[in-house]
T-cell receptor, first 116, second 111 residues
Framework: EPEVTQTPSHQVTQMGQEVILRCVPISNHLYFYWYRQILGQKVEFLVSFYNNEISEKSEIFDDQFSVERPDGSNFTLKIRSTKLEDSAMYFCASSEVWGRTNNEQFFGPGTRLTVL | DAKTTQPPSMDCAEGRAANLPCNHS???????VYWYRQIHSQGPQYIIHGLKNNETNEMASLIITEDRKSSTLILPHATLRDTAVYYC????????????FGKGMKLTVNP
């Protein structure tokens, strides 16, 4: 069964450093998303991406965040200068074309980001 | 904010049916009810969704009231592996529609 994959599974970084979280969505999916979940809290939407541009972003997704689809398979989330409060589990998700009957979002296993 | 309310937790005996309630009294006519679950700290997993008719798949059944203000997710024969946080989410059906997660409901299946 196709699945969304994410690397690394755990990333430890120093405050102020840049991090790139990587995701490989399911191959025939066209919509991509990033969510995050701070320990013990709700899953929060960050950004959605379609046709090489951002469709929607949340208030959390400020200028420190960016997303990119550098090639036909990877989808990345970059945090330019990490803060302590960026420590969270980051989930990538993908879904099929709009309008299909069963277009649920498929989530990856997540990357745990720890900012020291 | 999430447009749904769920009880914070529920217990169920292994092998019995688990009935998970959800209220969504402000749901719009073109919004669907989606159910996801999150096992421990894994990524959320899609279970089922519906508009107004009852739905069934290999994982669960979804019963939506006629006025669409509430729904029930039914796991017909709960197993220990069904222990998870279950999220009821109201969303438009569309590829770019974000999911707004609430706190969900922790289901614990006991042996």
């Amino acid at each position: 069964e196709p699945e969304v994959t994410q690397t690394p599974s755990h990333q430890v970084t120093q405050m102020g450093q840049e991090v790139i979280l990587r995701c490989v969505p399911i191959s025939n999916h066209l919509y991509f998303y990033w969510y995050r979940q701070i320990l013990g809290q709700k899953v929060e939407f960050l950004v959605s991406f379609y046709n090489n541009e951002i469709s929607e972003k949340s208030e959390i997704f400020d200028d420190q965040f960016s997303v990119e689809r550098p090639d036909g398979s990877n989808f990345t989330l970059k945090i330019r200068s990490t803060k302590l409060e960026d420590s969270a589990m980051y989930f990538c998700a993908s879904s099929e074309v709009w309008g299909r009957t069963n277009n649920e979002q498929f989530f990856g296993p997540g990357t745990r980001l720890t900012v020291l | 904010d999430a447009k749904t309310t769920q009880p914070p937790s529920m217990d169920c005996a292994e092998g019995r049916a688990a009935n998970l309630p959800c209220n969504h009294s402000t749901i719009s006519g073109n919004e669907y009810v989606y159910w996801y679950r999150q096992i421990h700290s894994q990524g959320p997993q899609y279970i089922i969704h519906g508009l107004k008719n009852n739905e069934t798949n290999e994982m669960a059944s979804l019963i939506i009231t006629e006025d669409r203000k509430s729904s029930t997710l039914i796991l017909p024969h709960a197993t220990l592996r069904d222990t998870a946080v279950y999220y009821c989410i109201v969303s438009l059906q569309g590829g770019s529609e974000k999911l707004v997660f609430g706190k969900g409901m922790k289901l614990t299946v006991n042996p």
